[in-house]
């Protein structure tokens, strides 16, 4: 007669991480369930993108993925992770080209409402401010240039050229370092902001302006950008918390602009 081992050492068991089904200790999941969701997910990823990358249709994008995310144990929650990350590299490649036409950009406007929740996760993705960045840097370089009013009450309270106009200002709080030889030395948390002429620091502490043309390169790094002028006694400066490479063509196209080079006034 043979006598079954399990009934006579009943080795304790856990709900799958996935299936929710049975797992001998020490187990947490099924090694299959593991591979069955890693694959759903990557799945539900290539999808978003191929679909937002050419525009196609959002009903039948629903319909696969939710098929998917049941087959791979995939919750709704981390499903909408996923449309999100999804969408937010799929912009990524729209926008690769520099540009977004009107119609790609009502489709990811669109998409944002289709898919509720997402909205919220790709804040932090900065999404449409990238695509945002993308249209104003167009902007700029067809000559479109507007000056921001702040009107009276305004924290730039700088006295502009007559010519220079407001035209940028970093929505985050940034971070300014100096590069000294033992390191990056903190200076203070401010705004900056850029106009036709200048790159301007705002802070409690201290308050300065960059010209253009004092400025030898620019290097997007550090979560932001490092600026080094021409002058060798002026230690190259630090600004964290800002988008470097958007910052970095900004500047290139304003200061490219013809009205700049007429006046050499600081
Ligand atoms: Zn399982």
Same mark, same amino acid.
């Given at each position: 007669?043979?006598?079954?081992?399990? &009934? =006579?050492?009943?080795?304790?068991?856990?709900?799958?991480?996935?299936?929710?089904?049975?797992?001998? %200790?020490?187990?947490?999941?099924?090694?299959?369930?593991?591979?069955?969701?890693?694959?759903?997910?990557?799945?539900? /990823?290539?999808?978003?993108? #191929?679909?937002?990358?050419?525009?196609?249709?959002?009903?039948?994008?629903?319909?696969?993925? #939710?098929?998917? &995310?049941?087959?791979?144990?995939?919750?709704?929650?981390?499903?909408? &992770?996923?449309? !999100?990350?999804?969408?937010?590299?799929?912009?990524?490649?729209?926008?690769?080209?520099?540009?977004?036409?009107?119609?790609?950009?009502?489709?990811?406007? !669109? %998409?944002?409402?289709? *898919?509720?929740?997402?909205?919220?996760?790709?804040?932090?993705?900065?999404?449409? !401010?990238?695509?945002?960045?993308?249209? *104003?840097?167009?902007? +700029?370089?067809?000559?479109?240039?507007?000056? =921001?009013?702040?009107?009276?009450?305004?924290?730039?309270? %700088?006295?502009?050229?007559?010519?220079?106009? /407001?035209?940028?200002? *970093?929505?985050?709080?940034?971070?300014?370092?100096?590069?000294?030889?033992?390191? /990056?030395?903190?200076?203070?948390?401010?705004?900056?902001?850029?106009?036709?002429?200048?790159?301007?620091?705002? &802070?409690?502490?201290?308050?300065?302006?960059?010209?253009?043309?004092? =400025?030898?390169?620019?290097?997007?790094?550090?979560?932001?950008?490092?600026?080094? $002028?021409?002058? !060798?006694?002026?230690?190259?400066? =630090?600004?964290?918390? /800002?988008?470097?490479?958007? *910052?970095?063509?900004?500047?290139? +196209?304003?200061?490219?602009?013809?009205?700049? $080079?007429?006046?050499?006034?600081?």
């Amino acid at each position: 007669m043979k006598i079954k081992l399990k &009934s =006579i050492f009943k080795l304790p068991t856990k709900p799958c991480t996935y299936c929710g089904q049975e797992v001998r %200790f020490p187990y947490q999941y099924h090694k299959e369930c593991k591979k069955i969701h890693e694959a759903g997910q990557n799945e539900v /990823l290539s999808l978003t993108i #191929d679909c937002v990358a050419n525009q196609n249709n959002m009903d039948s994008l629903a319909l696969k993925v #939710d098929e998917v &995310s049941i087959k791979s144990f995939i919750s709704s929650g981390e499903k909408l &992770s996923l449309v !999100a990350n999804g969408l937010d590299s799929a912009v990524d490649i729209i926008l690769k080209g520099k540009e977004i036409t009107t119609y790609e950009e009502n489709y990811i406007h !669109a %998409f944002i409402s289709y *898919f509720t929740g997402i909205e919220e996760i790709i804040t932090n993705y900065r999404t449409l !401010a990238k695509v945002d960045q993308v249209k *104003f840097l167009n902007q +700029i370089s067809r000559g479109e240039i507007s000056n =921001i009013d702040l009107g009276s009450d305004s924290p730039f309270g %700088f006295n502009l050229m007559k010519s220079e106009k /407001l035209i940028y200002i *970093f929505p985050e709080e940034v971070a300014y370092y100096r590069v000294m030889q033992s390191g /990056l030395q903190y200076e203070s948390n401010g705004k900056l902001a850029i106009t036709t002429k200048h790159i301007y620091y705002i &802070s409690e502490r201290e308050s300065f302006r960059i010209r253009f043309d004092s =400025i030898l390169n620019m290097l997007p790094n550090h979560g932001g950008i490092e600026i080094h $002028k021409h002058s !060798a006694s002026d230690k190259p400066k =630090i600004f964290e918390n /800002l988008d470097g490479v958007f *910052f970095t063509e900004l500047i290139h +196209i304003v200061s490219n602009i013809d009205n700049n $080079k007429e006046e050499a006034v600081n």
